[in-house]
Structures are given as C-alpha cells and as structure tokens.
C-alpha cells in the first residue's frame, strides 16, 4: 500500500490483469453538522454551519456555497484560503444578504454562512463545497435543508416529561426494594450469628452443671491404696 499526496494507493487483484492500483480519496471531510433539516422564522436570520478537516492539510483550498430551490439553482458565495493561518478572502457574493462567519485559523476550519432577512422564498438545500489542491483537488461536500415558517411550533414535551418521571419511580422502586432486602438479609444474618452464639454458650453451660468429661465440675482426688 503507497499514501500519495490526496491519493490512496491499494494493490487490487484483477481476475484477469493481475495486480493494478486503484486510487481511493483520502482525507478531506466536509460536516454541516448532525441536524439535516433546520427551521427559521420568515424576517429573522439563520446560521448555516459548515466545518472541514484534512489530514494533510490544505494551501488555496477553494469553498463555495450553492443553493438549489424548487425551480432555482445558484452559487452564493465563493471564496478561497491562502493557508492555514489565513482567513478566507470572498471572491464572489450573489447575495447582500449572507455574511461569512467563523474563522479557517488555528485549525478551526469555520465557513459557516449567516443568511439574514429570510423569506419563504430561502426555503431549499444549501450545500457546503470544499476543494483541497493539496490532495489533487479533490472535492468534498455536505448539505442541509433550510425551512422558513411563520412561527416555530413549540414542541410539547408533557407525554415525554410523565414517561421519564414514570420510568424513574420505577428505578426508584427498584433501588429502594433492593436496599430493603440488602438491610433484612444483613438482619436474618446477625440474628442467626446470635442465636449460634446462644447455644455455643448454653451447651457448654450444661456440660459444667452435670459434670461432664471436659466440663469445669469439681474433680476428685484419687484414692490411696
């Protein structure tokens, strides 16, 4: 197995070549974070996140962001990063609206966009583009769907609140019947020791009182011939 610069270089047996290599890309990820759907109210501002990594780094990574509407499709903003210690620098905006967020320095890799004054019209997909020419331009990139509504519905939690509270008296439940029977065993088993104890002592109580072998009664002196 070679690593190349971008490139992943496995050793593959054919049925018929024999040994070829297959490239396989390496590397460069692209996240708009775990959310696929996210929801704004119209008039307000939404934050599209956006965050890379690279293995290898990255020098004039380029980045744009697109947006693809029920009968629209158009690129947003475009821009590059010089190097890791550089900010982006926006070679094209479409819309005097979106404004650049984060920061590519100290390996934050931030390209997340704030979209303000929102209309039912944004509604759509927002894709994230990425590409590295240090990893032979290869590219890379993640999507999220944005809804604009009148209002965000509040999202009733009762039914889940009286299941959680039901679930916890019933741990509660179990805990506490076990501590109990913790607490009788540990009494049954002091009461046994005591009671074994008692006959130890009245055993040997008998044993002295009719004069047993081994028992504390008076001995006899021997008789003389």
Known sequence: ???LEGFLLREVVA???GLFLLPVSLSLE???GKATTIYAVNGTEILLPCT???CFGFRDLGFWWSYNGSDTFKILINATVK???SDPKVHLKNDDRITLEGSTKEKMNNISILLKDLDFSD???YTCHVKNPKEKDLQHQATIFLQVVDKLEEVD???T???LAVVGGVIGLLIFILLVKKLITFILKKTQEKKKECLVSSSGNDNTDNGLPGSKAEEKPPTKV
Do not use: A
């Open 1 to 3: 197995m070679e690593v």
């Open 15 to 17: 049925p018929h070549t």
């Open 30 to 32: 692209v996240s708009v």
């Open 52 to 54: 890379f990594s690279s």
């Open 83 to 85: 190097n890791e210690k």
């Open 123 to 125: 509604t759509g997909k």
């Open 157 to 159: 939690n009762t039914v």
């Open 161 to 163: 609140l009286i299941i």
